[in-house]
Structure formats: structure tokens, C-alpha cells
């Protein structure tokens, strides 16, 4: 601790022989201590508070997605499609917008994709 206030005294040699010294802090240990006594300033900010809106001025629209669409996917596609779908009805506790268990099956009607913004 008293190298990190008072600092310690480092030999200046030349030519072999001691010529004087100079004051060495140690600012590791400094900077640890302050950040243990003082955390609200010296600490690690562990907690920040955002506030505030976010302003954007694009639109989001719909997309359509078609049964031609949905064909055009392989099956591993559509099982995920599926997938996705019915996550975004249980997020919204809304039934989902198709009706067989097995997507590759089913039959789709056109409906429209909000991307929830």
C-alpha cells in the first residue's frame, strides 16, 4: 500500500555507480485500491441505465408469403418456417396460422409476415 501513495525510491545508476534516485508509484496497486474504496467511481461499471426512445423513420411493411413460395422450400426450410411460425404464435398467445402438423402437407393460404415492429 505505501508504494502505491508514498511511492518507493529507485536507485538512478550511471556508469556502476548510484547517482541520485527517483520517486516510483505503483499505479496498479493504486488504481486497485481505488476501485475497491471508491466502486461508484474507480469501480467496474456493472450497471448501465439507458433511457430514452430510439427514433427510426423507415416503415415496416407486410410481406406476402405464398403457397408458391412455401413449395420453393426445401423440407428442412420449411420445418424451420414452421418452427418460426409457431414461435412467434406462442409469443403472441395467438393460434397459428396453419392447421396441419406436418407443414410439408399443408396446404397454405397467402398471409402476410409482420416483422413485429
Known amino acids: 500500500m505505501d508504494r502505491a501513495v508514498n511511492g518507493m525510491d529507485e536507485p538512478i545508476v550511471w556508469r556502476g555507480e548510484i547517482t541520485g534516485s527517483k520517486k516510483v508509484f505503483d499505479n496498479k496497486l493504486l488504481a486497485f485500491m481505488?476501485?475497491?474504496?471508491l466502486p461508484e467511481?474507480?469501480?467496474?461499471?456493472?450497471e448501465v441505465a439507458i433511457t430514452g426512445e430510439v427514433q427510426h423513420s423507415h416503415?415496416?411493411?407486410a410481406?406476402?408469403?405464398?403457397l408458391?413460395?412455401?413449395n420453393r422450400l426445401s423440407p428442412d426450410q420449411?420445418?424451420?418456417l414452421k418452427a418460426v411460425l409457431e414461435t412467434i404464435s406462442d409469443n403472441r398467445a395467438l393460434p397459428?396460422?396453419?392447421a396441419e402438423d406436418d407443414i410439408e402437407d399443408a396446404e397454405f393460404e397467402a398471409m402476410e409476415v409482420d416483422d413485429g415492429g
Open 78 to 80: 420449411r420445418r424451420q
Open 59 to 61: 416503415t415496416h411493411a
Open 34 to 37: 481505488l476501485s475497491r474504496r
Open 68 to 70: 408458391n413460395d412455401v
Open 63 to 66: 410481406v406476402p408469403i405464398s
Open 96 to 98: 397459428a396460422p396453419f
Open 41 to 46: 467511481t474507480y469501480g467496474d461499471r456493472k
